[in-house]
């Protein structure tokens, strides 16, 4: 029997292209200033030999992974590599605090034993929910971090635990997959802003 759907996925998967494309639009001139800032706040860490922890789960963890490797290897110019560090991918690390203790403590623990006063974490969480996350948001300001929270909607319980050194980044839509699609453009727009600060050049130049 012949498939005659390929017109509806055809439709439904354009729909998908002009949603996200309409949110991003919409969200360019809410987002950019608290972007560029955050971008500044990462260059003064790097630049005192400070690092960026990353943090996340699920795609979000894959987020804070390729954030980490664009910063430590290179984005779209040439430059020394940069002190970042993904906590999402050392399993051995991972599984025996989970194992030992407990999930919630699995980016904590990592942050208590390797952040510094004034190194920064970034913390992405879709919901702003993920107890592991609010974890490591609390061990690293009490460690005198500065935190950039990548959240969706309202930023959930992540929201209300910053404070005034810390920088909010919401994509304020309901879609996981949306909210997901806009992170992925903001963490680019913070390695190139990283990048124009420190060596200049680019392709917007």
Known sequence: MAYNGTMNLITRIGGHFQESAQI?????????APVALAAERMVQCLISDG??????????A????HFAAELLNRFEV???PLAALALTTDSST???????????QIFSKQVQALGRPHDVLLAIS???QSTNVLEAVKA???????VIALTGKGGGKLAELLTGND??????????????EVHILVLHCLCDAIDSILVGGGQNE
């Open 78 to 80: 040439e430059r020394p």
């Open 126 to 128: 879709t919901s702003g």
């Open 24 to 32: 991003k639009l919409a969200l360019a001139d809410q987002l950019a």
């Open 140 to 146: 690293a300001q009490e460690r005198e971090m500065a």
């Open 94 to 104: 991972l599984t025996s605090i989970a194992n030992d203790y407990q999930f919630d």
């Open 62 to 65: 894959a987020d804070a992974q």
């Open 167 to 180: 920088i909010h980044l919401s994509v304020p839509v309901s879609s996981t997959a949306r909210v997901q």
């Open 51 to 60: 690092k960026i922890l990353a943090c996340g789960n699920g795609g979000s």
